[in-house]
């Protein structure tokens, strides 16, 4: 009989006696092979809230994971109180509802039209709307989808569009910033003025954009003083008084000897013309523009002296591409009248409702065939 080398039964027994150690270890009552949890008495001992393991944040309370559903319950079935309450109950313990849940505000807002009165799903449509951020907030959106609907010839209720705008909570702002594109920088501008659809609803939605503080002062300014929307004066803030100057432009633009018509020398001045074909170069400097470098802070007033009719309109430096874009200096603008004038040969007033501010240039425009510009003063502070 053949017989096993002493080595080779050592290794079996150490083998056989691991294996049974193991086993009792996994299959005894009340053990593990885990180590053991502190418990929270334990000092020294920090335990850590179970966390997103792909955004690396804290997971969302249940309630923000399941408020979707729950507001889809009370938009089908508004008349069953305890849906509404538990849709309520969800909504105020998220603090910031998911997208999917922002998206059910159109469908509040249209089983809950603003005439009908308060209602639980409008006040349900308020709170939302308070919670939900920018990019998804169902009240910013309804406003912007408003303002583009207009301007495409789609009417808009504006009762609607102002509520939706004064409750629209964080996403105020974005929505504010549609209107200063699409409304107030166009009031601002001389030429193609807004139609009255879209007057009336900047009439109607500016004042809640302003009280935000949401409107740039600038282009408001311009707005008021270029004078199509009247509602818009109530908006500026009274500016304080300073000490103003006669402002002297850096340089001229357009027809040649344009200095002289900035010179304080009311006995020279140069001649204008319109522009047989306008460029659009004319459409910012006119036959003769002032530029101002850097901008004049507050245009507060001006007189001019000319023989024939004409107008000057003042460039206003914009941020966020708002109003018109200068090509040449990868900057935007708008455009106002600031004055208008007759032309008499004597000196002429033009009395500004507000001061213009981070002014560019003054741009001289005839009215019709040539005028004789012999001087023009502008005050202000630089």
Avoid at 71 to 81: H, I, S
Wanted: net charge neutral; with cysteine; aromatic share 4%.
């Amino acid at each position: 009989m053949r017989r096993f080398p002493l080595r080779t039964l050592l290794l079996m027994t150490l083998a056989l006696v691991a294996f049974v150690r193991l086993y009792i270890l996994t299959h005894s009552s009340g053990r593990s092979v885990w180590p053991p949890v502190p418990s929270r008495s334990e000092p020294g001992v920090v335990n850590v809230a179970p966390q997103n393991p792909e955004a690396g944040t804290p997971s969302p309370p249940q309630a923000c994971r399941t408020l979707d559903r729950t507001l889809e319950g009370a938009v089908r079935t508004p008349e069953d109180a305890s849906a509404l309450a538990r849709a309520r109950e969800q909504l105020d313990a998220c603090p910031q509802p998911p997208a999917r849940a922002c998206e059910l505000g159109a469908a509040l807002e249209a089983r809950s039209p603003l005439d009908a009165g308060t209602s639980p799903l409008r006040e349900l449509l308020d709170a939302l709307c308070q919670r939900c951020p920018a990019g998804t907030n169902p009240c910013a959106a309804h406003v912007t989808r408003a303002v583009m609907g207009l301007s495409a010839g789609r009417p808009a209720d504006l009762a609607s569009v102002r509520w939706n705008l004064e409750h629209a909570g964080p996403g105020m702002p974005a929505a504010c910033a549609e209107i200063s594109r699409s409304l107030l920088a166009p009031s601002a501008l001389a030429s193609n003025p807004l139609p009255a659809p879209q007057r009336e609803l900047l009439a109607q939605l500016a004042p809640a954009c302003a009280r935000a503080g949401q409107l740039p002062a600038n282009v408001l300014h311009a707005a008021v003083v270029q004078g199509d929307v009247p509602a818009l004066a109530q908006l500026v803030q009274q500016m304080p008084a300073g000490t103003s100057t006669v402002l002297k432009p850096s340089r001229t633009v357009g027809a040649q000897g344009g200095e002289q018509a900035f010179d304080g020398q009311e006995a020279t001045g140069v001649a204008l013309a319109p522009a047989a074909s306008p460029s659009p170069r004319w459409e910012k400097d006119g036959a003769l523009s002032a530029v101002f470098e850097p901008p004049v802070q507050g245009l507060s007033a001006l007189r001019v002296r000319a023989s024939g009719p004409g107008t000057l309109r003042a460039a206003i430096r914009t941020s966020d591409e708002l109003g018109l874009n200068d090509p040449d200096s990868k900057t935007s603008f708008v455009l106002p009248v600031a004055c208008r004038f007759r032309g008499t040969g004597q000196w002429e007033t033009c009395t500004l409702p507000t001061p213009l501010l981070d002014v560019e240039a003054l741009s001289v425009f005839p009215d019709k065939g040539k005028l004789t510009l012999n001087e023009v003063e502008a005050r202000g502070t630089r």
